[in-house]
């Protein structure tokens, strides 16, 4: 018989700490956090804040450990709690910025190893069949061509690729002008077989689904702008229809991006800077992806493999 997990406990309803959050938040969107990563660590902040009964603020290290020990006790796994570790090293530093505190108790505190894990890969033959899925004879179809295509041709991020404005599009010389994580920009090459779904897309369906003035390029049906739910919806039925056994996500486009170019002979510096990656470490998950991928092909094709 298993064990059962322990009980979440029930939030503990504190106004001191409710306020700071709200500063916190806003202090966050004064300094460019993106929504995305706001929204978690508000997140791990309130379920932190359940676990001890008086306001986070004034938590010590000791009071801060032990929250983080329950936390993997109600079964968060290493990566979650990794994450709340984040987000209370990032409230602790704008306490100490307020000068509401005068130290940062998370500021010498390890997080936890997570380990690194591969991206999924997919094949060339399989890009190509999920590019196909959509139908095109349907606005939103040739819609989601277009958004598949740009997200494979320039492996962006999807919030990126939602985020994407007429402005930032320059079709007369093929490029892209991203505005990536920490608002920083970078230009990336749109590449032919892009760029000709776009000026399709904007002839023929983008003039269907605008229904008042916006200059977000990729449109829903009614005219607003897409979600990461819309596009993660709209994947999983195209991955049904490529018949892609693997489990997919946007960011799967992504890795095969990067890992396609370096198959190819790209260089590793070139595919960090078109992944907007600040560190080289983080980019050189895929040589490792290559490699692998390369060393099936031998196996398989080689006659003394």
């Given amino acids: ?16 700490t409710a306020s700071f959050l709200l500063a916190y938040r806003d202090y966050l969107v004064a300094n460019a956090v993106s929504p995305h990563t706001r ?28 929250v983080l020990a329950q936390l993997s006790q109600a079964g968060k796994s290493p990566r979650s709690v990794a994450r709340c570790v984040s987000a209370l090293r990032s409230f ?16 010498q505190h390890k997080t936890p190893q997570i380990g690194r894990t591969l991206p999924h890969d997919l094949s060339e033959k399989e890009v190509e069949a999920l590019l196909d899925a959509p139908n095109i004879y349907t606005a939103l179809g040739l819609r ?24 930032l ?14 608002n920083k920009e970078r230009l990336v090459p749109l590449g032919q077989h892009a760029k000709e779904w776009i000026e399709k897309y904007l002839l023929e369906a983008r003039p269907q689904l605008i229904k008042s003035h916006i200059d977000y390029l990729f449109l829903t049906q009614h005219g607003g702008i897409m979600s990461r739910q819309n596009f993660w919806y709209a994947l999983k039925r195209y991955a049904l229809i490529a018949n ?24 590793l510096r070139v595919v960090q800077m078109l992944l907007g990656h600040t560190d080289l470490s983080t980019t050189q ?20 493999a």
Avoid at 150 to 167: F, H, T
Avoid at 169 to 182: C, E, F, P, S, V
Avoid at 244 to 267: K, M, V, Y
Wanted: glycine share 4%; net charge positive.
């Fill in 244 to 267: 892609i056994q693997t489990e997919i996500s946007p960011h799967t486009l992504r890795h095969a991006f990067a890992t396609h170019l370096l198959n190819h002979g790209a260089d």
């Fill in 144 to 167: 989601d061509r277009a958004m598949l295509e740009v997200l494979y041709a320039c492996g962006l991020r999807v919030s990126e690729l939602i985020n994407l404005k007429l402005e």
């Fill in 92 to 107: 602790f530093k704008f306490l100490r910025e307020q000068k509401l505190r005068t130290d940062n108790p998370l500021s």
């Fill in 285 to 304: 998950i895929y040589t490792h992806v290559a490699q692998i991928r390369l060393q099936q092909l031998h196996a398989k094709h080689h006659p003394r």
């Fill in 39 to 66: 929204n978690a660590y508000l997140s791990d902040l309130i379920q932190c804040s359940q676990y001890i009964t008086f306001p986070m603020p004034q938590w010590t290290k000791s009071e801060i450990e032990q």
């Fill in 1 to 16: 018989m298993q064990a059962k997990k322990p009980r979440i406990p029930t939030p503990v309803r504190i106004p001191e």
């Fill in 169 to 182: 599009i320059n079709l007369n010389q093929g490029y892209l002008r991203i505005l990536g994580k920490g």
